[in-house]
């Protein structure tokens, strides 16, 4: 089962910050926190993921609260291509699988 | 370019065929996976690969089988057996250094339907 709690839906103004958030209040030491979005029709396209500090890459920037109990990712400047769902999963290092559970349906209006 | 490659994109089966989904990777990964994908739902593993020659089941392998005896594929048949084949299928891969942190990147996907 997901270890992950993400809002079903959300809206964003084209060009405005784009911020998700994500509760893993179980979430062990070990474990990382993965994001990935899915665009209709296509294979799941990774984003970023992170440990315990907040990371940044050309994409998009994670940011992990110091109990590491909730994360969000901002997409800085969201763009129409931006529209699609959007997963939070927490994993081990080494896990086979990673369990995907609902995730957050983001559309980007114009 | 580097990436992984899913074929067919689209592919239709007759009731009791075996169908056989491609998946080549040459990104130099050790572990490839499958996953289904059904109409509103996550991701479920069918099989796992860590290495050539080896594999091992996920949480829904009935009616599945794989083969790896090659780094860059590890196809997927649909057996007979699956009596609810019509799905998404994912095919993805990562670099596993035993306790590896790196991520998992995917394919386009086949999408599989029953004539």
């Known amino acids: 089962d997901a270890k992950t709690t993400q809002p079903t839906s959300m809206d964003c103004a084209e060009g405005r910050a784009a911020n998700l958030p994500c509760n893993h209040s179980t979430i062990s030491g070990n474990e990382y926190v993965y994001w990935y979005r899915q665009i209709h029709s296509q294979g799941p396209q990774y984003i970023i993921h992170?440990?315990?500090n907040n990371e940044t890459n050309e994409m998009a920037s994670l940011i992990i609260t110091e109990d590491r109990k909730s994360s969000t990712l901002i997409l800085p400047h969201a763009t129409l291509r931006d529209t699609a769902v959007y997963y939070c999963?927490?994993?081990?290092?080494?896990?086979?699988?990673?369990?995907f559970g609902q995730g957050t349906r983001l559309t980007i209006n114009p | 370019d580097g990436g992984i490659t899913q074929s067919p994109k689209y592919l239709f089966r007759k009731e009791g065929q075996n169908v056989t989904l491609s998946c080549e990777q040459n990104l130099n990964h050790d572990a490839m996976y499958w996953y289904r994908q059904d109409p509103g739902q996550g991701l479920r593993l069918i099989y796992y690969?860590?290495?050539?020659?080896?594999?091992q089941k996920g949480d829904i392998a009935e009616g599945y089988s794989v083969s790896r005896e090659k780094k860059e594929s590890f196809p997927l048949t649909v057996t007979s057996a699956q009596k609810n084949p019509t799905a998404f299928y994912l095919c993805a891969s990562t670099i596993w250094a035993g306790y590896s942190n790196q991520p998992q990147h995917f394919g386009d996907g086949t999408r599989l339907s029953i004539l």
């Open positions: 999963i927490v994993s081990f290092q080494g896990a086979q699988k990673l369990v």
């Open positions: 690969s860590q290495i050539v020659n080896d594999f």
């Open positions: 992170g440990l315990k």
